[in-house]
């Protein structure tokens, strides 16, 4: 074990430590997304007329921000799909017979249909994502804003990249291997 690891282990006792690590990992991973965010607005922000001085950090990420949403309302749909899909199997039970109806197995959907669904509702986010972020280039920077809303529509791309990489991670281990 490694002397910070061993540390905090020893403070902590193997549950918290692990807690505290896996707490410490999210918020680094958070802060990178945060920062990359950041980068890219404000280079989206100099690419803009020259001319013009350029705004604050703050104003710029903010007036980016609402891009982002997209992005979470697919993870949101693709999140909560499952739950989705089996209210809909319980829905006729439900109405005919509220009491003792019992929940149908889910056997009309294939889980790889469900996945692809998921899968199409993150690349969709993503899509409309790219798709406000150049419509507000557009309108912050009349002069150049192809130029101006090409960092964030590589940040984007590489965010869906590496959303699409993650979901596609075994999250199980076969038995046996």
Not at 46 to 54: K, N, Q, V
Not at 71 to 90: K, N, R
Not at 101 to 129: D, E, R
Request: aromatic share 8%; charged share 5%.
């Amino acid at each position: 074990m490694k002397p910070f690891a061993g540390a905090l282990a020893g403070l902590l006792g193997s549950t918290g430590s692990v807690l505290a690590a896996e707490t410490l990992g999210l918020l680094a991973l958070w802060l990178a997304f945060l920062g990359a965010f950041s980068m890219a607005t404000r280079l989206t922000g100099a690419m803009h007329d020259p001319e013009i001085e350029p705004r604050p950090l703050g104003t710029t990420v903010g007036a980016y921000a609402a891009t982002l949403l997209p992005i979470a309302g697919g993870y949101l749909i693709a999140h909560y799909l499952t739950l989705l899909i089996q209210g809909i199997a319980w829905l006729p039970g439900l109405i005919v017979d509220p009491v003792t109806s019992v929940a149908p197995p889910l056997n009309w959907m294939p889980i790889s249909a469900v996945w692809y669904l998921s899968v199409g509702a993150i690349v969709l986010g993503h899509v409309a994502a790219v798709v406000l972020a150049h419509r507000l280039a557009l309108r912050e920077a009349a002069i150049r804003p192809i130029l101006a809303g090409l960092p964030l529509v590589v940040l984007m791309i590489g965010y869906t990249v590496l959303s699409l990489w993650i979901i596609a991670q075994p999250i199980a281990l076969e038995p046996g291997s």
